[in-house]
């Protein structure tokens, strides 16, 4: 299984970015796939997941502002991130295949390579 995260930057605070993370080595249409982030001298958060049906969870912190999706066809999940703000800055990884109890994704076995983002002030 290999997780191949894209598309982390520098970006001012108010803009947008969008992330995404191409899956192979699973069966993507029937993946739960999550995306996590990780502060400097943190552990990984839950920042959002979606479901193989395409219903989505998001951390509060980030409702409202993140929308996750996905391309079946591509193997690919977006994570578009709208109004970052500074405390946005973290390294983001995507992981699969997650599972679901109830509303709470829980992570799978394989994670992504991270991408940077940073938002400045």
């Known amino acids: 299984v290999q997780l191949q995260a894209s598309g982390g930057g520098l ?3 108010g803009e947008s970015l969008t992330l995404s993370c191409e899956a192979s080595g699973i069966t993507f249409r029937f993946a739960a796939i999550g995306w996590y982030r990780q502060y400097l001298g943190s552990q990984r958060e839950f920042v959002a997941g979606i479901r193989s049906s395409g219903a989505a969870n998001y951390a509060d912190s980030v409702t409202g502002r993140f929308i996750v999706s996905r391309d079946n066809a591509k193997s690919t999940v977006y994570l578009q991130m709208n109004s970052l703000k500074p405390g946005d800055t973290a390294v983001y990884y995507c992981n699969a295949p997650g599972s679901y109890f109830g509303a709470t994704y829980r ?4 994670w992504g390579q991270g991408t940077q983002v940073t ?3």
């Not at 992570?107 to 394989?110: D, E, K, L, N």
């Open 107 to 110: 992570p799978g076995a394989f």
């Open 11 to 13: 970006v001012q605070a």
């Open 119 to 121: 938002v400045s002030s």
